[in-house]
């Protein structure tokens, strides 16, 4: 079974700052990658996802990832960060092939101050 | 918006009572999920439904009862709830052609608390 580890609960940085959060993954076999994004009273909306191919994938507001299969991390990073970013970052595995069994991490609160 | 919808999007109860969450996607997808979101854990997947019919039941407790009448429409009756159950219900939606690649569409989620 796969298992997501997000290593930082809570990330407070500055606006205009850069900032990453980390995602650790555990399979034993090939899998898809996702980060979805929730803001603060609604659900989760996609932000990016490794499918296969190029391991550096970018997605909506800036924010781009980074697949590496060596150390197992799909880290989600944006150069330059806005008060509207704030809000909770979930990476999410699948196993290829596999439909459905989204397997979640426990998020990461981005928080940007003024 | 994601075009999925849930309803109501705040409910409060009482251990003995029995109430139902909403769930409606004009999506055309083919797939419906419920999942619970409690803080600090990470999402976990209860019920899974494909072309209306349940594929997934993750060892959730019998108070929870799905129902998928149509591809539509999904909905979670609750009954006899424990306040540990308290938590943000998320539904999601997903398309024929990204079910495999795990794509899924969120709806706002309704926040329950079990006084």
């Known amino acids: 079974a796969q298992s997501v580890t997000q290593l930082d609960s809570q990330v407070p940085v500055f606006e205009e700052a850069p900032v990453e959060l980390r995602c650790n993954y555990s399979?034993?076999?090939?899998?898809?990658l996702f980060w979805y994004v929730q803001y603060p009273n609604q659900g989760l909306q996609l932000l990016l996802k490794?499918?296969?191919?190029?391991?550096l994938v970018k997605g909506i507001n800036g924010f781009e990832a980074e697949f590496n299969k060596s150390q197992t991390s799909f880290h989600l990073r944006k150069p330059s960060v806005h008060i509207s970013d704030t809000a909770e970052y979930f990476c999410?595995?699948?196993?290829?092939?596999?439909?459905?069994?989204?397997?979640f991490g426990s998020g990461t609160q981005l928080t940007v101050l003024p | 918006e994601t075009g999925v919808t849930q309803t109501p999007r705040h409910l409060v109860m009482g251990m003995t009572n029995k109430k139902s969450l909403k769930c409606e996607q004009h999506?055309?997808?083919?797939?419906m999920y419920w999942y619970k979101q409690s803080a600090k854990k990470p999402l976990e997947l209860m019920f899974v439904?494909?072309?209306?019919?349940?594929?997934e039941n993750n060892s959730v407790p019998s108070r929870f009862s799905p129902e998928c009448p149509n591809s539509s429409h999904l909905f979670l009756h609750l009954h006899t709830l424990q306040p540990e159950d308290s938590a943000l219900y998320l539904c999601?939606?997903?398309?024929?052609?990204?079910?495999?690649?795990?794509?899924?569409?969120f709806g706002p989620g309704t926040r329950l608390t079990v006084l």
């Open positions: 999601a939606s997903s398309h024929p052609t990204t079910a495999v690649t795990g794509e899924q569409f």
């Open positions: 399979s034993s076999v090939s899998v898809y």
């Open positions: 490794y499918l296969s191919g190029s391991t």
């Open positions: 999410a595995v699948i196993v290829s092939g596999s439909a459905r069994q989204l397997t």
């Open positions: 999506l055309g997808h083919n797939a």
């Open positions: 439904y494909s072309l209306e019919e349940r594929v």
